[in-house]
Nanobody, 115 residues
Framework: QVQLVESGGGLVQTGGSLTLSCLAS????????MAWYRQAPGKQRELVAR???????NYADSVKGRFTISRDNAKNTVYLQMNSLKPEDTGVYYC?????????WGQGTQVTVSS
């Protein structure tokens, strides 16, 4: 049974930082590309950042230079370091494999950036 458990969200002021974590179980974590997605109120879920098994990363244009995705294969965990947060970064953040699998979605973690 696959479980992806996100944590680390919270309320932060504009310009602040947060680090999200996603603990994966039930998958061969080290060989999977992993990604962070987010869903703002009233909007579709969107890809934020991806990290491939070899460590290559890419980012949505809206977060480039502010967010950093990383992974620790020994801990089956993927991270998202978020700096210089903006109100438009507000949403529920989820992790999933790449390409995403609908049955893998966890509960997400809420990030709220106040202006």
């Amino acid at each position: 049974q696959v479980q992806l458990v996100e944590s680390g969200g919270g309320l932060v002021q504009t310009g602040g930082s947060l680090t999200l974590s996603c603990l994966a179980s039930g998958i061969r974590f080290s060989i999977n590309a992993m990604a962070w997605y987010r869903q703002a109120p009233g909007k579709q879920r969107e890809l934020v950042a991806r990290i491939f098994s070899g460590g290559m990363t890419n980012y949505a244009d809206s977060v480039k230079g502010r967010f950093t995705i990383s992974r620790d294969n020994a801990k089956n965990t993927v991270y998202l370091q978020m700096n210089s947060l903006k109100p438009e970064d507000t949403g529920v953040y989820y992790c999933n494999v790449v390409p995403r699998i609908s049955t893998y979605w966890g509960q997400g973690t809420q990030v709220t950036v106040s202006s």
